[in-house]
């Protein structure tokens, strides 16, 4: 069995021990490490303590944070003590998200809609690629971090850099697509398209997921 996968199970199912309010403040503080940090592991295994900590709360007729700054000051100390992430540990987390959803998924809701459309792998598309994925890793966190805690207060700032970096992630594609589109490297009609992304997509996953069952941190808990 995958040890981050059984760390992820046995946590979904031990929280919904907890009281409703202790749910909530720690998906809040979840959600923040999430959206900041990417160290998927360390933020299971974070979540992993923090159930800790609220049943015993629960237990004496506490909550797990008094006040929402409780929960705050927490998620800010904990952060500092996730995996600083490498280059290959970002491409492990936005490159299957990219291949299944951006083009597969993607590709098959398009299929019925323009059945004749033709992919075109150009040199401004490759650079595009590299330049909006740099920015993703880099650029998305801090805007992130910006949005403030607890996510679910700030919902409509999160949006609105969210609205933002697609707004620049197009604006960036149409530039380098006009210098350099014209340099096509390959072509795909649109379903090869999706179905190689699909396929391409799921296999990283699986290797994603793989290496995540291989975390030491995780082996020691588990």
Avoid at 117 to 144: D, H, N, P
Avoid at 175 to 202: D, H, Q
Avoid at 207 to 217: A, L, N, P, T, V
Wanted: charged share 20%; with cysteine; aromatic share 16%.
């Amino acid at each position: 069995m995958n040890n981050y996968f059984t760390l992820r199970r046995a946590n979904r199912l031990r929280v919904k021990l907890l009281n409703s309010k202790s749910q909530e403040q720690i998906r809040e503080v979840i959600r923040y490490l999430r959206r900041t940090s990417w160290d998927e592991c360390g933020v299971e295994l974070i979540y992993s303590d923090l159930i800790d900590m609220a049943v015993q709360a629960n237990e004496n007729g506490q909550e797990l944070f008094n006040v929402i700054e409780d929960a705050k000051t927490f998620a800010e100390e904990v952060k500092s003590s996730l995996k600083t992430l490498r280059t290959g540990d970002y491409f492990w987390f936005v490159a299957p998200l990219y291949f299944f959803f951006g083009w597969g998924i993607e590709g098959l809701l398009l299929y019925p809609v323009v059945p004749d459309w033709v992919f075109e792998l150009s040199l401004g598309y490759l650079v595009q690629l590299v330049v909006c994925i740099t920015a993703f890793c880099w650029l998305f966190r801090k805007m992130m971090e910006q949005a403030g805690f607890p996510p679910s207060k700030h919902r409509l700032k999160y949006c609105g850099w969210l609205v933002l970096y697609i707004a620049v992630l197009y604006a960036t594609g149409a530039f380098f697509t006009r210098i350099a589109g014209a340099f096509v490297l390959l072509r795909l009609p649109i379903l090869p398209y999706a179905l190689f992304g699909l396929l391409l997509g799921a296999g990283l996953y699986g290797i994603k997921f793989w290496k995540y069952g291989k975390d030491e941190r995780l082996r020691e808990r588990i």
